[in-house]
């Protein structure tokens, strides 16, 4: 489909290749192994409806449900040479800024100053953020069934243009158009493949998986006073569900995020941190945590998205939408009144009152998930 994506990323994933392995060669001769393993992946069928990606995961989904910490997706690596730009769930919002901090950002610096990080670069591309921005993800590419089917956290990487690329898709998106007008030294995308380089690196490497649990709490607890808002607002459905069970298991998932994110940084110092049996139990807390918000028979109309904090837009499969099943299901009811259609208004404000109490009781199972109780050295037997 272009060299943009599918050959594109191929020179990527090789460059990742030839580089990984040389590296691993050396850390090996010095005793090195990863606590986990990676897999390097390039599915074939994407511009057809995501075929590959979602067939092997549908083909090894209890493995990958159970086992997988994370996905890093690289859908089109360089399209530009503007600024990084990072979608991604909350959960791997510090592993991203942490890699970008590392590597350095190859855009020429005026008057011989010295070249910046790409975290100092995509910084100043969010002028107004004290942070990088970390957008949702969407659709449309692969990293959609390892999130909608089995809540593997994800993210997906890529360096932006100003402007659409206007050969994307098409006949003169060719290696030469790339060479002359995209990246004519490479640099973008060897900067990309240390940025991935890095991030597979801490996920694979960190004795505690490297979680954002703060951020994923604040980016729900955001998340959702938008939604409440426009469910107030623009669909005045408030006297029909009680928005205050909502918020108040947001609420208690804020608050036990904090506690969690309190002991995992004792744990990293009162000894825990060598005892293997309480990393593994503390780090399948961290991984499930994603995985507590799948509902198994999916969103209403969509059984096949079954996230119930993001999913895809309805009117922008490409796009992103926070509770993305209470806030189509509102907006069809609302729709129904509207053109004076009293049964499809019933039928959705029945998905909708249903939808919405199983989202509550998913984040206040969750809130408590985050709590379980945990063994102490004695009760594991060491010393």
Partial sequence: ?????????????????????????????????????????????????????TEWVEENLQ?????????????????????????????????????????????PMPDGQPLQTMYDAWKKHWRNDSTPRILNLGGGSDYGSFVNMIGVTSADLRYNAEVANPAYHTAYETFDYVEKFV??????????????????????????????????????????????????????????????????????????????VEDISKFKTDGRLHNPLLVREMNDRLIKIERMFLEPSGLPGRPLDRHVLQAPSRINSYGSISFAGVMDSAAYTAEGYKENDPAKAAKWLKELKLHFIKVVQIVDRAARFLLAPARTLDQTGAN
């Fill in 1 to 53: 489909m272009g060299i943009l994506k599918s050959r594109g990323n191929c020179g990527f994933f090789s460059d990742c290749y030839r580089a990984g392995v040389c590296t691993c060669r050396w850390l090996l001769t010095e005793g090195w192994c990863p606590r986990r393993t990676i897999i390097v992946g390039a599915w074939d069928a994407e511009e057809y409806g995501l075929i590959g990606s």
């Fill in 183 to 260: 990246d004519p030294t490479f640099l973008y995308h060897v900067a990309m493949t240390q940025v991935w380089g890095e991030i597979v690196r801490d996920l694979a490497e960190s004795a505690v998986v490297p979680f954002s649990v703060g951020s994923f709490a604040d980016r729900m607890n955001s998340s959702w006073h938008r939604a409440r808002t426009e469910l107030t607002t623009m669909f005045n459905l408030t006297m029909e569900i009680d928005l205050d069970l909502m918020t108040t298991a947001v609420a208690l998932f804020g608050r036990n995020a904090k506690s969690l």
């Fill in 63 to 107: 493995v990958l449900q159970d086992r997988t910490v994370a996905y890093i997706n690289i859908d089109a690596a360089v399209r530009g040479h503007v600024a990084f730009s990072a979608m991604a769930m909350p959960l791997l919002t510090d592993v991203i800024l942490s890699a970008t901090k590392r590597v350095t950002d190859p855009s």
